[in-house]
């Protein structure tokens, strides 16, 4: 794990604190709390309704699950103040990330970020420590919402785009040292107006906090620039892609299982089951990794996003790409980047979702399906059996079929989560499924 260590927060020197619960729709919601209810937040907390919390839709749609009644119930929304970050230390405005409760007290079953606590916990019950690491891929924009201009011209990690927006870049690194959020690195991406920040790896929870709260710092530079910045899958379409890749190591008693020279794969037997376990369950589990309408225009051949669910070395067609990492690192950076995810998807249960298929293929030691390291749409039947090649779901109704049916990811979730979850998502596919994407680009661009 990266030696970093966040700055401490002086609790005394919060002003307001934004106490944030990301949703199933992916949008990051807040109460906000005044300087009096700052030293019992950690406790108390934030009311939340139901509805809010478990059930709207990307449009803000309130949908109904017979497990969860909307219109009378109340949620407690609180603060976990050992992960508290400074987002404006002038102005003493602070940021955590909460934990959903009942009215009682006591977890709520709907709370994705509890879930993945537990799925981490888990892991570590079975001797395994997993860290995480997030790509950020994100598109700004110059002019207004209603006329957006895409905020530089390429070329694709060039110097020039970096000139054009120096001071974005400064401001941005400075702003995300002061909240506490380990930037690995920032640059311009392949796309016009594109730009990606990389994270280092954290313990699951923490990577995840890190992750939402990086958005939120990537927005206020963004704004105090006059700039606009949109984290949809698609936000214009014939435009590049934004995905969020999502990086998992795992050591067990100190050592990378995800290193191994001594065998043919560069991984241990035991990560070759991971693979295999996340291989699995990618189709059905593929509706939590990104689950908007737009995620499926992103998810095809070509577009580096991982459209195939296999495996290879290096491989940017592969949903699964494993990184050995480089000579001379002893296997500290060898890791599997899962491609397909992006930046619609709850990332509390996107990464619970790969952490529990994971350690699902190791309890029933399934076989790693054969490597894949040409761009698998060339691949004849007989490779692909061997390397068990398919194409995901062709659109976001096929995959909350699969997902709704799956035995697997009802019981991860549990019964109330996985069907609110499922519910947020099919309004998105029946609101814009049948919308030209351009159209449906427009109506969500500025929504997460
Ligand atoms: N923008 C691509 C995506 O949608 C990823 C490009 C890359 O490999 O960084 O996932
Ligand atoms: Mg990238």
Redesign the pocket.
């Known amino acids: 794990m990266a030696a970093f260590r966040p700055p401490l927060v002086d609790s005394s020197r919060i002003r307001a604190l934004a106490v944030a619960h990301l949703d199933n729709a992916g949008i990051s919601r807040l109460k906000l709390l005044p300087q009096h209810k700052v030293s019992s937040a950690g406790s108390k907390g934030a009311t939340m309704s139901l509805s809010v919390g478990m059930l709207f839709s990307v449009d803000d749609h309130v949908n109904s699950v017979p497990e969860l009644d909307a219109t009378v119930g109340d949620l407690r929304a609180v603060p976990d103040m050992s992960a508290v970050a400074l987002l404006d230390e002038q102005r003493g405005l602070a940021w955590a990330p909460a934990d959903i409760r009942s009215l009682d007290g006591s977890p709520h079953s709907t709370c994705q970020r509890s879930l993945l606590a537990a799925v981490d916990a888990r892991a570590r019950q079975a001797g395994l420590d997993f860290l995480v690491g997030f790509?950020i891929?994100f598109t700004l924009f110059t002019g207004t919402k209603a006329a957006p201009v895409l905020a530089h011209t390429g070329p694709g990690y060039g110097m020039l785009p970096f000139l054009e927006l120096e001071s974005w870049h400064l401001d941005l690194l400075d702003a995300l040292a002061i909240a506490g959020v380990p930037a690995e690195q920032l640059h311009p991406?392949?796309?016009p107006g594109?730009l990606?920040l990389s994270l280092a790896p954290r313990p699951a929870v923490r990577a995840v906090d890190d992750y939402v709260l990086a958005r939120q710092v990537i927005t206020r530079v963004s704004q105090a620039h006059g700039l606009l910045v949109s984290f949809a899958?698609v936000p214009v379409v014939g435009a590049?892609?934004?995905?969020c890749?999502v990086h998992l190591s795992a050591t067990r008693d100190g050592r990378p299982v995800f290193h191994d020279p001594g065998q043919p794969t560069g991984f241990s037997p035991e990560a070759g089951h991971l693979v295999a376990g996340v291989l699995e369950h990618l189709d059905e589990g593929v509706a939590l990794l990104g689950g908007s309408t737009l995620s499926f225009e992103?998810l095809r051949p070509h577009?580096?996003?991982?459209a195939y669910v296999c495996w290879g070395t290096g491989n940017?067609e592969a949903a699964v790409r494993y990184m050995p990492g480089a000579a001379g690192f002893g296997g500290e950076q060898s890791n599997i980047e899962i491609?397909c995810v992006?930046p619609a998807a709850n990332q509390y249960l996107a990464v619970a979702a790969l952490m529990g298929s994971a350690l699902d293929g190791l309890d029933r030691r399934l076989p790693l399906p054969a490597e894949v390291q040409v761009e698998p749409g060339t691949l004849g039947e007989a490779e692909r059996a061997a390397g068990r090649v398919r194409p995901f779901p062709p659109d976001l109704g096929a995959a909350l079929q699969l997902l709704a049916g799956s035995p697997f990811f009802a019981e991860l979730l549990g019964p109330v989560l996985h069907s609110s979850y499922c519910a947020v998502r099919q309004h998105d596919w029946e609101t814009f499924g049948t919308r030209p994407p351009a159209d449906v680009a427009a109506a969500v661009r500025w929504r997460f």
């Open positions: 790509e891929e991406e392949y796309g594109q990606e899958p590049i892609a934004n995905g890749h992103r577009n580096w996003a991982g940017r491609k992006d």
